[in-house]
């Protein structure tokens, strides 16, 4: 590749503040799925939600996630309280209820581990590990990557691992992003599979 040819894949590294209102919610709920996403450190678990309101909260996952993948299938509407961060499809009511109380909460954790998490992400060069996983994985398989995106989500989470959470999304834990060594370890099966 000449110095002038952009590459033609595309990986997001950050931390968005409507994918973790979301988790909070998720926790503070008692809403169990996904299974294998463990739950944000510092964020105490309620009992557990009823089926109706495990279904809107996942529907609203899958939007807030990768919302050009999963489209709303009728008009949505702004929940009070969480600025523009909490849009519910208008049949949702009982997610949208059970959430309204969580509102100051949820926003003030997100605020608070969003700002932390973009100081230690400054510290780092992800561009760099990113397009050296990548020319070292084209290496070994002998030729240029395919075009692909690839959205990374930078997580409090509890327990250290990456987890996929939408078709080109994927969760890493804050802990193992900071392991330089293991995090090039982790990820360099995922980027093999996207090339």
Do not use: C
């Amino acid at each position: 590749m000449q110095a002038s040819e952009r590459p033609s894949w595309r990986v997001t590294e950050g931390t968005d503040l409507g994918v973790l209102v979301a988790l909070y919610l998720r926790t503070t709920l008692g809403v169990r799925p996904p299974e294998e996403l463990p739950a944000l450190r510092g964020v105490i678990p309620a009992g557990e939600a009823d089926d109706e309101v495990t279904a809107q909260w996942l529907q609203y996952w899958r939007m807030t996630v990768e919302p050009l993948a999963h489209p709303a299938d009728e008009p949505l509407e702004l929940v009070d309280g969480f600025r523009d961060l909490v849009a519910l499809p208008v049949s949702a009511v009982r997610l949208a209820e059970a959430i309204a109380p969580l509102a100051p909460a949820a926003l003030a954790f997100a605020d608070a581990a969003r700002g932390r998490l973009m100081l230690e992400q400054r510290a780092r060069a992800a561009d760099l590990v990113w397009t050296y996983l990548v020319r070292d994985e084209e290496k070994r398989a002998g030729r240029p990557a395919h075009p692909f995106t690839l959205n990374v989500q930078l997580l409090p989470l509890t327990q250290r691992g990456i987890w996929w959470i939408g078709d080109l999304s994927i969760a890493v834990s804050d802990g193992l992003r900071g392991d330089a060594p293991a995090f090039g370890k982790a990820i360099r099966p995922i980027v093999a599979d996207l090339l």
